[in-house]
């Protein structure tokens, strides 16, 4: 009996799912025994690893669940996510949810899905945006009753395929600053027209789409007479893919639950 990871990609022909088939191939501690994708994917019955543009796996794209996997990791569409829970707690697995923009009823089901599985839930699997999200919250703390006032906003760019907006880790940044601001917290979208001026208490959210950016986010901290910025940028997708193999590790053992990055990091 292999003591290898059973793992099983969701989204397996999408530009994160081939990174993770392609970084798990080359991990020891991984056997993949899955590639997911939907029925209509034109991909279907293609070998993952030719897909994800390494060497063959004889592991074929399939719209057939398995029911012996050890961890599913998804990166897909929120289309797909009720589908993908569903799957696990009837087989089951433990799950790391990577997609981003699902709605609050997804979410309910994910928790709901947590009393039986295990689940690791984030909108960045990425060390460094993690740690960030840690460091904004120091300093939001530090910041907060400064004179003159603090004004934060989320600036997040990504490449033109993206299909929400803002981002599920510029949200969290603004939810995570938002518990350590003092009183109630306006979420702002966007600014168009005639705004009048910038309240306090607000958060303010801005969404770049261009080329292939991989994920960045910048973090203003705007005070009277100087300012902070936080930035944190992938060069390209395997922080992300790397960070969800780290999660699947860490999963297999735990007992059902919500998890997330800051658990699985010891954040
Ligand atoms: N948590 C994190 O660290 C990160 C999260 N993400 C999130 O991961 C998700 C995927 O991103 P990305 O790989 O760039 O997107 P892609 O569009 O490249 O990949 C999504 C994949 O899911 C497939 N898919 C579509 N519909 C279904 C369905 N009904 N059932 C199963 N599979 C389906 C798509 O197939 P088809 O092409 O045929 O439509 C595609 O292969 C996004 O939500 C993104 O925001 C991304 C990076 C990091
Ligand atoms: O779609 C992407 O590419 C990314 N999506 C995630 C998000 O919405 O936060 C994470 C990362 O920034 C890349």
Redo the contacts with the bound molecule.
Sequence with gaps: MSNQLQLAV??A?????QRVVALAAEDSDIEIVAA???S???LLGNDAGLIAGISALDISLTDAWPNYAAVVID???P??AD?CIANCVAAKIPLVM????LTEIQKQSLEEASKSIPIVF?????MAVNLTMKLTQQITETLKGVPGGLDIEILERHHR????AP??TAIKFGELIAEKMDGDVKHVHGREGETGQRTRGEIGYHAIRVGDNP?EHTIVFGMMGERIEMNVAASN?DC?AS??IVAAKWLQDKPAGLYNMFDVLGL
């Design positions: 969701h989204g022909a999408g530009r994160m799912g997911i994708e939907h209509e994917n034109r990166f897909s569409l289309v797909a589908g990577a997609t981003t923009g984030a909108p960045s699997m990425s395929f993206k299909a929400d981002s599920g994920g997708r992300y960070g969800a």
